[in-house]
Structure formats: C-alpha cells, structure tokens
C-alpha cells in the first residue's frame, strides 16, 4: 500500500507566502517524477509543477518566477514552495507521483487527499 498526505495548506492575505509539503509512504522501492497540480472551483485540474527524479523542474506559466518545487529523496517527499500568492491561486492542491512498489505491478501513479489554500485579497 501506498499513501500520499499533504500538509501545509491554509488562508493566507495576496502576497504572502506557502510551503506545502506531501511525503510518500507505504512499500516504496523507488519515485520517479512528482508533481503538483490544483483545481480552483468550477475549473478543470491544471498542472502547477513538476519535478523528475533527477531533480529537473518546470512550471505552469502562471506560477514561474513565484513558486518552487523541490523534493527530498531520502525523506520520499516532495515541496512546494509558493511565493506572492495571488487570489487566483486559491485552489485545492494535489500531490501526484509515478511510484514503483512491491504491492503493484508497474510503474502506477497516486495522488494525494489533497490541501485547500485560500489567498484573501
């Protein structure tokens, strides 16, 4: 079995700071790229960032140059560090992750339960 929690998530005012966390636990044998993706009321899940396991990023346009994604391999955990928040980046957030474990055959992808951040004008 393996799980994904997310942590760090809250209501913060426009130009303030997050740092969400979302560490992998379970029968790992190894992660390849994770991920975070959010999805705002009435609109469609969306892509925020991605990191391989290599540690290679990118980012949707709308975040480049205010949030960072980072992951620390030995703690099987994946960061997201957001930076002058706007309003409209208030929006439930995932983690997603390509995982190999001994309990599944394959590569498979999990998500997290999801973290609710909330930006105030």
């Known amino acids: 079995q393996v799980q994904l929690v997310e942590s760090g998530g809250g209501l913060v005012q426009s130009g303030g700071s997050l740092r969400l966390s979302c560490a992998a636990s379970?029968?790992?044998?190894?992660?390849?790229?994770m991920d975070w993706y959010r999805q705002a009321p009435g609109k469609q899940r969306e892509l925020v960032a991605i990191i391989s396991s290599g540690g290679s990023t990118n980012y949707a346009d709308s975040v480049k140059g205010r949030f960072t994604i980072s992951r620390d391999n030995a703690k099987n955990t994946v960061y997201l560090q957001m930076n002058s928040l706007k309003p409209e980046d208030t929006a439930v957030y995932y983690c997603?992750?390509?995982?190999?474990?001994?309990?599944?055959?394959?590569?498979?992808?999990?998500w997290g339960q999801g973290t609710q951040v909330t930006v105030s004008s």
């Open positions: 997603h992750a390509a995982i190999s474990s001994s309990s599944y055959v394959g590569l498979t992808y999990f």
């Open positions: 379970g029968s790992i044998s190894s992660i390849n790229a």
